[in-house]
C-alpha cells in the first residue's frame, strides 16, 4: 500500500491515474502535479522553485513521467533528501529502472504489479522479409526512448507468446544488447535493422 501522506516513489503503469488518485485522496491538502512526457532539468527547476515557497500545512509535489533525465535526477537529489519544511516529494513512473539509485535510495518504493497489456505488431516475425522490415521501421523511426524500449518489450512478448517462436541464443543476444544500447541514446533505426535482421537469418536457416 502506497503511503501518500508520507511521499516516496510510485512504480504503475497508470501514471495519470493515479497521480489524480493520489491528489484527490490527499484533499484538501494543497498538491501541484508536474506531469511531463519526459522530465527534464528545467522541470527540476521548476519543482524546486514550488518547493521553497512557503507553506502552513503539508503540501504535496506529485512529479509524474514515463522518463527521468539523469540532470534532472541530480538536481532533485538535494531536496529530495532534506525537503523544505511541509514538503512531501511524490515521483511515479512505470519502470524502477528509470530512477538512479542515488534517487531510490532517499524514497520508499512502492512498485504495483499490473499486467503488461501489448498491442499485435503489424509484421510477421516468421516470415520477415526486407521490405517488411525496413517499412516496420521507417514506420518507428520517430519513437523517443521509453516508446523505442517499450516496442522491444513488444516483440519479445509477440516472438514468445503470439508466434510461440523457439528464440535462438543470437536473437536473446541482440534483444538484450538492443535495449542497453536504446538506453545508451544509440540510434533506434540501426537497433532494431539489427534485431530483425537475427530474425530474417533464422527463417533462412529454417528454411
Do not use: W
Not at 149 to 167: M, N, S
Amino acid at each position: 500500500m502506497f503511503a501518500f501522506e508520507r511521499g516516496g516513489i510510485l512504480i504503475t503503469s497508470d501514471i495519470e491515474g493515479r497521480a489524480r488518485e493520489i491528489e484527490t485522496s490527499l484533499s484538501p491538502l494543497r498538491t501541484v502535479l508536474f506531469m511531463r512526457e519526459d522530465f527534464k532539468i528545467e522541470d527540476a527547476k521548476e519543482v524546486i522553485g514550488e518547493a521553497y515557497k512557503s507553506e502552513e500545512n503539508t503540501k504535496t509535489l506529485i512529479l509524474g513521467a514515463k522518463s527521468f533525465t539523469i540532470p534532472a535526477q541530480n538536481a532533485l537529489l538535494k531536496i529530495l533528501e532534506e525537503p523544505p519544511r511541509n514538503i512531501v516529494f511524490i515521483l511515479i513512473a512505470p519502470n524502477k529502472s528509470t530512477f538512479l539509485p542515488t534517487v531510490r535510495s532517499r524514497l520508499n518504493l512502492t512498485q504495483e504489479h499490473t499486467q503488461r497489456h501489448f498491442e499485435p505488431l503489424s509484421i510477421t516475425l516468421k516470415n520477415l522479409d526486407l521490405a517488411s522490415l525496413f517499412a516496420f521501421v521507417k514506420e518507428n523511426e520517430r519513437l523517443k526512448k521509453h516508446e523505442a524500449k517499450a516496442l522491444l518489450e513488444q516483440i519479445v512478448y509477440h516472438a514468445i507468446h503470439i508466434e510461440k517462436l523457439p528464440l535462438s541464443a543470437s536473437q536473446l543476444e541482440g534483444l538484450e544488447k538492443g535495449i542497453r544500447l536504446v538506453e545508451l541514446n544509440s540510434r533506434f533505426q540501426s537497433v532494431l535493422v539489427m534485431i530483425l535482421m537475427n530474425f530474417i537469418r533464422e527463417v533462412k536457416r529454417g528454411r
